[in-house]
């Protein structure tokens, strides 16, 4: 059973997501999961991580690392207004700038709760320094008093491992290791979240019927897994391309068309 319906229709909009947010009104939103640009000068045109470069769409916004404190306190203002009270949100974050959206999220008036590593299969090869094969996702709601989680949302609290631990303890631990997605000979963004990782979010912090929201939609993932899940959705996306992609996909009703 939903523990309410959602308030706003389910939508993506070609728009920024500052402007798309001042739109919908105080509140309306349960949960949100985004992966905003890291202003590293990521170079989406070209066939990243041994990808076939024809394959990747072109589109990807990224911001300049001067301007990256400003950006992210403009997004994180308006994505506490529209969060309900016992709302929750997670930031994926590379290490470069991830003291801006560690301040960003406390200067906006965000509770940060946990600090997850989520660690992926490979990472780029470096010869003077280490290899970085993870990146971070800040857990942070807006009233810790009311904020909402389901712990046996996934594993009872009986359950076990292979090996005899407790599934659900291993499953709340904070270092996930979660492999990157192949979409092998299909069209795709640069970047993208995998499945696994926005269901384990969307099952721990939001419930049947509730809206979810990604400022930062891109190809649809958050949005896709979400309505496959049965939450309602809103998403935001500066490239036409993307936005059409991620629509193409929900309209579809499945994860891959």
């Given at each position: 059973?939903?523990?309410?319906?959602?308030?706003?229709?389910?939508?993506?909009?070609?728009?920024?997501c500052v402007r798309g947010m001042a739109a919908l009104p105080d509140s309306c939103v349960d949960l949100v999961v985004t992966d905003p640009p890291f202003a590293i000068?990521?170079?989406?045109?070209?066939?990243?991580y041994n990808r076939t470069d024809s394959r990747v769409m072109r589109g990807y916004g990224e911001?300049?690392?001067?301007?990256?404190?400003?950006?992210?306190?403009?997004?994180?203002?308006?994505?506490?207004?529209?969060?309900?009270?016992?709302?929750?949100?997670?930031?994926?974050?590379?290490?470069?700038?991830l003291r801006d959206v560690l301040a960003g999220l406390d200067e906006?008036?965000?509770?940060?709760?946990?600090?997850?590593?989520?660690?992926?299969?490979?990472?780029?090869?470096?010869?003077?320094?280490?290899?970085?094969?993870?990146?971070?996702?800040?857990?942070?709601?807006?009233?810790?008093?009311?904020?909402?989680?389901?712990?046996?949302?996934?594993?009872?609290?009986g359950e076990r491992t292979a090996d005899g631990r407790s599934a659900r303890y291993r499953d709340m631990e904070d270092v996930w290791e979660i492999r990157r997605e192949y979409w092998t000979g299909r069209k795709k963004t640069p970047t993208k979240l995998p499945r696994e990782l926005v269901e384990k979010l969307l099952a721990y912090s939001s419930a049947r019927g509730d809206l979810v929201m990604d400022p930062f939609l891109g190809s649809g993932q958050v949005a896709v897994v979400a309505a496959l899940m049965g939450r309602a959705y809103v998403g935001f996306e500066?490239?036409?391309?993307?936005?059409e992609f991620a629509r193409r996909r929900l309209e579809s009703g499945r994860y891959l068309p």
């Open positions: 059973m939903a523990r309410r319906r959602a308030r706003v229709k389910s939508h993506v909009r070609n728009i920024d000068g990521f170079a989406a045109s070209r066939g990243n911001v300049r690392a001067k301007d990256y404190a400003e950006f992210t306190r403009s997004w994180m203002a308006q994505a506490h207004r529209v969060m309900s009270d016992d709302a929750s949100m997670y930031v994926f974050s590379g290490w470069n700038n906006m008036g965000f509770t940060t709760v946990n600090h997850i590593v989520w660690k992926y299969q490979f990472g780029v090869f470096t010869k003077k320094k280490f290899v970085t094969s993870h990146y971070h996702c800040l857990y942070a709601c807006k009233d810790p008093s009311k904020r909402r989680f389901y712990p046996s949302a996934r594993f009872a609290a500066v490239s036409r391309e993307y936005c």
